[in-house]
């Protein structure tokens, strides 16, 4: 029978010890002079798993070998280092400090939350978005109220510009920063299971990189990031994020609201038109086949689950491989309060399942960024109160085969589903989508929009519901046990419904 010892990390390294008759149970303690966690990971045999105590450790690792990594109540990987700095006030720009640093910072936080980065290449148009007005001002029609401070580095002076909202000046702020890019943990094995710690600081949390296969990351909280919370990349596979709970951290406090005012966007504004683009709770890029995204809670980031890849958002780009992302399923999150999307799909999206998430207060709600080949199925979600929108086609047409059915989307500032095409060189289409048995409640503007002068819709729609009582979705869907060329739609399976027919949503009365 394989035996588990329990040991030190001191007295492992002190003798030696390498645990070859089986797995060992390696303890790594915060702050001890002789210990570390990468040392731990060095020294550790496949198969072993290593206990990380309480308390802060200021490390970034990378797992090569099968291991566990297996945080106590109270266990901190942190990324941060205090910033050290002699800031002065820049002469004719108010209560803007500048301090001189050789490399542009990964991130920069005050009181543990990242402040928002205006990109010097990128906020040089004159104007209320220039980088020196906008850290004068803050943006034009809110100020500081929303975005409440902001940094940039000025790459040819060579210097890092702050403004906090409030006026105080940096010395006497709690201010910390991220200078590495390497996330916390990067996974590059098969088998590695991370789990029960905090994450906070890191351009990333966790990576499942080129290498990772059935590895799981479960019961984490990432409090904290600057570029993504958990991605999976790099062909990973069958690889399982499930039970974590995720925020970015911002410093700014903002969600989306069903008061659609400009004011509510200049928080995106600022990431998106002068600094960093997107920030991704659970971002899956390039990744292989079978990974399932499961229970986690993702609450104030700015996209939430994204499938896709940005360097392909065109038809007229190929897909880098068709394959990538194939047979993901994304179940049973809730995701809430994002400053973008909710949830993103792109590339090939080839046996993608996508169900009984709950998506609330979310600006961009379910988004299909060009999906290619399917089939895709999105079902029995629950959208509530997408402001703008709720289920929205964006970017280019998308050819891909897909199914949106028995979803319910409740209130909201726009349709429950629209077309939005950023792709002025053709005719927006969707041809071999269906839409079907979905409840629409209360939304202001009902069942479907387009915009920007799409194309009225051409995907295959039946027995969708519009009402302001969910009484009127009883028994009115159409049985979808043998839609799929005779056979069930996911979730659709004989006895899947108790009534005379189907009902309309994600819920069966």
């Known amino acids: 029978m394989t035996h588990l010892l329990r040991i030190t990390f001191a007295a492992a390294w002190a003798s030696g010890f390498c645990c070859t008759a089986g797995a060992a149970e390696i303890s790594v303690k915060a702050g001890a002079s002789d210990e570390s966690l990468a040392k731990a990971i060095a020294a550790a045999s496949a198969g072993d798993t290593l206990v990380i105590g309480p308390g802060v450790h200021h490390e970034r690792v990378r797992v090569e070998k099968k291991l566990t990594l297996r945080g106590e109540v109270g266990a901190v990987l942190d990324g941060t ?4 700095a002699e800031w002065k006030a820049v002469e004719g720009m108010g209560k803007v400090f500048a301090t001189a640093s050789g490399k542009r910072p990964e991130g920069l936080l005050v009181d543990g939350k990242f402040i928002a980065e205006i990109r010097f290449e990128r906020a040089q148009k004159s104007g ?35 403004r906090l909202g409030d006026g105080t000046a940096p010395d006497k702020a709690a201010l910390t920063a991220v200078m590495s890019g390497k996330p916390l943990i990067e996974v590059a094995a098969e088998g590695v299971v991370v789990e029960g710690l905090t994450l906070c600081g890191g351009a990333e949390a966790v990576v499942l990189g080129e290498g990772a296969k059935n590895c799981v990351v479960r019961r984490c909280k990432v409090t904290s990031y600057e570029n993504a919370g958990i991605t999976i990349t790099g062909g990973a596979s069958h690889c399982t994020v499930e039970g974590c709970d995720i925020t970015r951290g911002a410093f700014e406090e903002w969600r989306a609201t069903t008061e659609n005012r400009r004011e ?8 998106k038109d002068v600094g960093k683009y997107d920030r991704v709770g659970i971002e899956i890029i390039r990744a292989g086949m079978g990974n399932r995204i499961l229970r986690n809670h993702l609450d104030r ?49 080839i046996d993608v399942n996508v169900h009984h998430n709950t998506l609330r207060h979310t600006h961009g709600g379910l988004r299909f960024k060009l999906p290619r080949i399917g089939p895709v199925f999105i079902h029995h979600n629950h959208l509530i109160d997408g402001t703008p929108f709720n289920i929205w086609f964006s970017m280019d047409s998308s050819p891909a085969e897909g199914y ?14 629209v077309y ?37 819709r051409d995907f295959t729609e039946s027995h969708n519901v519009v009402a302001d009582d969910v009484q009127a979705a009883v028994d009115v869907g159409i049985d979808l046990s043998t839609y799929l060329k005779g056979k069930p739609l996911p979730g659709c399976e004989p006895g899947a419904f108790k009534g005379k027919a189907p009902d309309a949503g994600a819920d069966e009365k």
């Open 81 to 84: 280092t205090p910033l050290q």
């Open 128 to 162: 209320e978005w220039h980088w020196q007005t906008l850290l004068a001002k803050g943006p034009p029609l809110g100020g500081f109220k929303h975005v409440r401070a902001l940094w940039m580095f000025h790459p040819k002076e060579k210097k890092i510009y702050l």
């Open 264 to 271: 509510n966007y200049e928080i995106w504004k600022v990431h």
């Open 301 to 349: 980031v700015f996209d939430g689950i994204c499938l896709g890849d940005s360097s392909v958002e065109s038809l007229d780009k190929p897909l880098i491989d068709p394959h990538h992302g194939r047979g993901t399923e994304i179940a049973e999150n809730v995701i809430e309060n994002t400053r973008d999307s909710g949830i993103e799909l792109g590339v090939g999206c």
């Open 404 to 417: 949106i059915y028995h979803n319910t989307i409740t209130g909201g500032a726009d349709a429950a589903l």
């Open 420 to 456: 939005s095409s950023f792709n002025a060189k053709r005719d927006f289409a969707t041809p071999k989508w269906h839409v079907l048995n979905n409840l629409v409640l209360q939304v202001k503007d009902g069942f479907f929009d387009q915009r920007n002068g799409t194309p009225p």
